[in-house]
């Protein structure tokens, strides 16, 4: 295999295994903070219980995804030189914002957030809490307007000295704001808000139908599906105003993502289906002008196809792009269904006597998951041939130096040492949840419980 292969997978390899854990963290630190505030507001240990249970977990996630953070780091000079001589100017700044304003006020409040129980006071360990948070929050930002400014480019000159060009920064905040930053900002940080939501759910609901921990699981388990509730729905409207913007700033990208070559003819809306590239055509369910109508109101407004690009400066994987944007899309609208059916279900009271129900929500954790991934892979590779849009191609980006086999090699060794931090992740996971929030003992005489386990065992 080629270099670029080679180094595209495994980039995307490390950033995909990476993925798993910051949206997890900033989603578990939006429940902690809720929980906390609760705690402090109510007085209810309970509510103080959970918020302790949640932070052991959030230093595991936060913890593995430092770590594995790390490694793209070294890979943009090892693999792509070309590419950090190119953005090296735009990328510096937005690295360093997230060092100076997210990292250091993440990293600040966490030993407080982790070691500072019972020896600093509440309110004060809530500030670390929402420190951590916001500090987790910001470092989302900085991340995704250095990924936009590779999508929607603004804000820079090119600078050209010798025979290497690079592009500098003329407008700061004209960098930050680019075309497609907030509307993808807003699409990742509800993303993970979904993630840690269903994490919740997930673990309070096997509780519930193991009939552990019964009283704080209803709560755990009502908050954090009132975020799902709200964040699914929050998600639909972001991901429409993402759409709007790749159709405007990448039209070529919005074409891939519904197999869309005719260009001047309106674009039909496909529910599923499969592209044949070389045949340019589609064969699936869809709605007849219907990506026409979500772009223009109207279902004969003709959408740029992929024919109205040069065949190199199109997407070359395009049912790839296909499959994993409609993926994406489609457990968006499942996440849907299925909190406000389960939000009905919570206030007819009903919600923890459904069995069935619950072992759906203790599975469902993988989709966030699935649907974080499969939407930066449908946006990363429907960017291509371009790792800065119309200024860079991927293939211009290497390091002139790095041999297929010294990436393999590293490829090799880079998945042997993720696949046993992940068993290592996931050992320790599991260690905690079994260990559950607190001594079980001490809750036996609780009615709540032995009624759970009656309804379970009838059911």
């Not at 690295?95 to 129980?117: C, P, Q, R, T």
């Not at 951590?132 to 991340?143: E, L």
């Not at 490829?411 to 079980?440: A, N, R, S, V």
């Amino acid at each position: 295999m080629d270099v670029e292969i080679l180094s595209r997978v495994q980039f995307a390899f490390t950033v995909a295994f990476h993925y798993i854990y910051p949206p997890l963290s900033i989603g578990l630190g939006l429940i902690m903070v809720i929980m906390e505030t609760k705690y402090i507001r109510t007085g209810n240990k309970e509510y103080e219980t959970l918020a302790k249970f949640w932070t052991k977990i959030f230093g595991l996630t936060f913890g593995v995804g430092v770590a594995t953070g790390i490694v793209m780091e070294f890979e943009f000079g090892t693999n792509w030189a070309t590419y950090s001589r190119f953005v090296g100017d735009v990328f510096g700044s937005a690295l360093a914002a997230e060092g100076i304003f997210a990292f250091a006020l993440e990293s600040g409040f966490l030993g407080v957030l982790l070691f500072g129980w019972n020896r600093v006071k509440p309110w004060v360990h809530l500030v670390s809490t929402v420190g951590v948070f916001f500090g987790s929050m910001f470092s989302a930002i900085w991340i995704v307007v250095a990924n936009s400014w590779q999508q929607t480019p603004a804000g820079y000159h090119i600078v050209t000295n010798g025979l290497e060009t690079r592009a500098e920064i003329t407008d700061f905040w004209a960098m930050v704001f680019n075309p497609s930053s907030i509307d993808r900002l807003h699409h990742v940080w509800f993303g993970a808000f979904l993630a840690g939501a269903f994490l919740v759910m997930s673990v309070h609901a096997y509780y519930l139908l193991k009939g552990r921990y019964v009283e704080i699981s209803r709560k755990a388990f009502s908050i954090a599906l009132i975020i799902a509730t709200i964040f699914s729905l929050g998600q639909l409207l972001s991901g429409h105003r993402s759409a709007d913007g790749v159709a405007e700033n990448q039209p070529a990208k919005l074409a891939a993502f519904e197999g869309h070559f005719e260009s001047e003819a309106p674009a039909d809306l496909y529910l599923l289906g499969w592209v044949d590239k070389e045949a340019q055509k589609v064969t699936g369910l869809k709605i007849g002008g219907g990506l026409s109508f979500l772009l223009f109101y109207d279902f004969t407004t003709p959408v740029t196809g992929l024919n109205a690009f040069p065949e190199d400066e199109r997407p070359s994987q395009v049912n790839a792009v296909f499959q994993f944007y409609h993926i994406m899309v489609a457990i968006g609208m499942l996440l849907i269904v299925l909190t406000l059916f389960g939000s009905f279900m919570l206030w007819r009271k009903k919600l923890f006597d459904k069995p069935w129900l619950l072992w759906i929500f203790v599975v469902a954790v993988l989709l966030p998951q699935i649907s974080n991934q499969l939407g930066w892979f449908a946006a990363e590779m429907g960017r291509q041939p371009w790792v800065v849009y119309g200024l860079l191609r991927t293939s211009d980006a290497l390091s002139p130096s790095v041999s297929g086999d010294q990436v393999l090699f590293s490829l090799i060794l880079f998945t042997l040492i993720y696949l046993i931090l992940f068993l290592l992740f996931l050992y320790l996971l599991d260690k905690k949840i079994k260990l559950g929030p607190y001594d079980e003992s001490a809750d036996r005489d609780r009615p709540l419980q032995s009624d759970m386990v009656d309804v379970v065992s009838r059911k």
